[in-house]
């Protein structure tokens, strides 16, 4: 689908498909795909689940369920069906000839999301690259009914090539000028990165799932004004602001990054290395987590997900259950600091609300005190260093 026929569908009524394969908190999945269909503008006038043990190779659904979408769809008045799993180009083809309106998946509108939100010329090159690798896949059911283009010279060429294969090079022509202008992009930020090492500044990478409040914690904590909105993928672009911090006595390095998802696509991680570059190459990572959703901890494996494919699995992580103001009075921590087993092992984690404020001081402290365990560490293995190189030349002196 173009950005403009994207654009001419904004507004408009949609209706939303999910296929419950067994998973846990199906319910909390279709309600995230209605919030990033109205992120994305559009009106859902009405949902359908149906439950299947795995997918049907050519509908995804079956003819019987898709016969009730079509159905469905036109009761309402739906102008187009959004899947909420990711589907193959021959199921995305058969389905819109079986229901007769545009059908999409949830990839799709992710990167439609994405194309309307990024604000910086590094972010707009990455949504292109992403979209135009999508689209590659599937230009058979868009070009598909055309006929040969006229080739050779006169009326005696060859049958030429056909329009699908026309749209194919010129696709594949602009994902590599995309490709080289986000190398020298990458090439800029490297050097940024290269400065701020060379300053010995502790870097610190805020990440979590989206819409888990990262933007106004990181708001609070250095007065800034980045873009914050209770709706999915509010922050695009990577945002660096220094954080002094009193007890230390130094500044930090604190970045905003593009929040995660569920079945985040491939080629958005691809494609975001570049901005995600913050994260692998952070100190220390603050996961924001939105401890007044019951599906946080599925949340927290899909953001460890992204991480271990972006190489960042390794970066040392405080936990940062959010949005404590929202939290039934029942389930309210009986303390604001402890531990979490994350992937096997204990890491710390502190209640906060953004919001208000209440807990923002426990962070700056464990900042703090993190910050002084890496500069004790750092001085004791250089002066452990220095030892060895006394060592060897009191031995040559000899």
């Known amino acids: 689908m173009s950005s403009e026929s994207f654009e001419r569908s904004a507004s408009a009524p949609v209706l939303l498909v999910g296929v419950d394969f067994g998973v846990p908190h199906f319910d909390d999945e279709l309600e995230e795909l209605g919030l990033l269909a109205q992120t ?17 190779p050519s509908l995804f659904v079956g003819s019987g369920k898709a016969d009730e979408i079509r159905m469905l769809a036109q009761m309402h008045g739906a102008k187009e069906v959004w899947f909420d799993q990711s589907l193959s180009p021959a199921q995305q083809r058969n389905l819109e000839r079986h229901i007769q309106m545009p059908v999409n998946d949830r990839t799709m509108l992710i990167l439609e999301i994405f194309a309307q939100r990024a604000r910086s010329h590094e972010g707009k090159l990455q949504v292109e690259l992403a979209r135009l690798q999508y689209i590659s896949t599937r230009l058979v059911r868009r070009w598909s009914h055309l006929e040969r283009q006229a080739g050779g010279i006169g009326g005696r060429g060859g049958p030429g090539e056909k329009q699908i294969e026309l749209d194919r090079r010129m ?204 500069r004790e560490e750092a001085a004791s293995e250089e002066v452990a260093a220095r030892g060895d190189m006394s060592w060897m030349s009191s031995d040559d002196d000899a």
């Open 171 to 374: 696709i594949d022509e602009s994902i590599k000028r995309t490709k080289e202008r986000l190398k020298k992009v990458k090439k800029q930020r490297t050097t940024q990165r290269r400065q701020r090492s060379r300053r010995d500044v502790f870097n610190i990478s805020l990440v979590g799932y989206t819409n888990a409040g990262k933007s106004t914690l990181f708001n609070s904590m250095v007065k800034a004004r980045a873009y914050a909105a209770d709706q999915l993928f509010a922050t695009l672009d990577t945002t660096t602001r220094q954080m002094y911090l009193v007890e230390a006595e130094e500044s930090v390095s604190l970045s905003d990054t593009v929040g995660f998802i569920r079945d985040l696509p491939h080629g958005l991680v691809d494609a975001f290395q570049a901005t995600l570059q913050e994260a692998i190459d952070a100190d220390l990572l603050l996961h924001i987590v939105d401890a007044s959703n019951p599906g946080f901890p599925e949340q927290i494996q899909q953001v460890q997900k992204v991480l271990a494919e972006i190489g960042a699995d390794d970066v040392p992580q405080i936990l940062v259950f959010n949005k404590l103001d929202a939290i039934e009075p029942e389930l309210m921590p009986a303390e604001l600091q402890d531990m979490y087993e994350l992937d096997g092992v204990l890491v710390p984690r502190v209640f906060v609300s953004a919001r208000t404020g209440q807990g923002l001081v426990q962070v700056r402290q464990m900042l703090t005190d993190r910050v002084l365990k890496v």
């Open 40 to 56: 994305a503008g559009l009106q859902p006038v009405a949902r359908l689940t149906c439950k299947r043990k795995a997918p049907d």
